[in-house]
Nanobody, 120 residues
């Protein structure tokens, strides 16, 4: 079983920055892809950014040039640096990880979400 714990959300003014962190714990062999998603009451959950174990990453067009995903495999952690935030970035941000379990199976896990609110 894998637990993902996100930290770093909060309230920030437009143009400001936040850094989200997510740490995985539990029993697993390895973590494959890690990602950040976000969701608002009016929209379906959408992918913000994804990073492979080897460090290859992609970002949604809406955040390119402003957000950067990174990870630390030794710490089982993934980060999302968010700069030049706008009110449209207001959402609950979820950490996502695909792991190889102790039994060699692929499993997907989600964090509980962290609220990011950007005021105008």
């Amino acid at each position: 079983q894998v637990q993902l714990v996100e930290t770093g959300g909060g309230l920030v003014q437009a143009g400001g920055s936040l850094r989200l962190s997510c740490v995985a714990s539990g029993s697993f062999r390895s973590i494959q892809d890690m990602a950040w998603y976000r969701q608002t009451p009016r929209k379906q959950r959408e992918l913000v950014a994804r990073i492979t174990r080897g460090g290859s990453r992609n970002h949604a067009d809406s955040v390119k040039g402003r957000f950067t995903i990174s990870r630390d495999n030794a710490k089982n952690a993934v980060y999302l640096q968010m700069n030049n935030l706008t009110p449209e970035d207001t959402a609950v941000y979820y950490c996502n990880a695909v792991v190889i379990t102790a039994w060699g199976k692929t499993s997907e896990s989600w964090g509980q979400g962290t609220q990011v609110t950007v005021s105008s």
